[in-house]
């Protein structure tokens, strides 16, 4: 059973940067996809990166050339770093990894992004 840990979370003013972590215990997690999410108030959950056991990144066209995804396997933990912040990136934000059958999820950072 594999426990996800996120880190990194806070308050930043627009246009600021934050570097999110997340650690990986029980299990290790370099054969699986990781990803982050993010849920704003009222709103669904909705990926924000992924990353896959060979190192290629996904991001929506939202986040695209501002936050990066990345893995150290050797650490268990992966990481997101996040730039040019902007109020819409409010939000708590969840790592995940997935493997197969097997999803396991963090429980969340907070992120607020002040005007």
């Known amino acids: 059973q594999m426990v996800l840990v996120e880190s990194g979370g806070g308050l930043v003013q627009a246009g600021g940067s934050l570097r999110l972590s997340c650690t990986a215990s029980?299990?290790?997690?370099?054969?699986?996809?990781l990803g982050w999410y993010r849920q704003a108030p009222g709103k669904q959950r909705e990926l924000v990166a992924t990353?896959?056991?060979?190192?290629?990144?996904n991001y929506p066209d939202s986040v695209k050339g501002r936050f990066t995804i990345s893995r150290d396997n050797a650490k268990n933990t992966v990481y997101l770093q996040m730039n040019s912040l902007k109020p819409e990136d409010t939000a708590v934000y969840y790592c995940?990894?997935?493997?197969?059958?097997?999803?396991?999820w963090g429980k969340g950072t907070l992120v607020t992004v002040s005007l």
């Open positions: 995940n990894a997935r493997r197969l059958f097997s999803i396991y």
């Open positions: 990353i896959d056991s060979g190192g290629s990144t």
């Open positions: 029980g299990s290790v997690f370099n054969q699986h996809i």
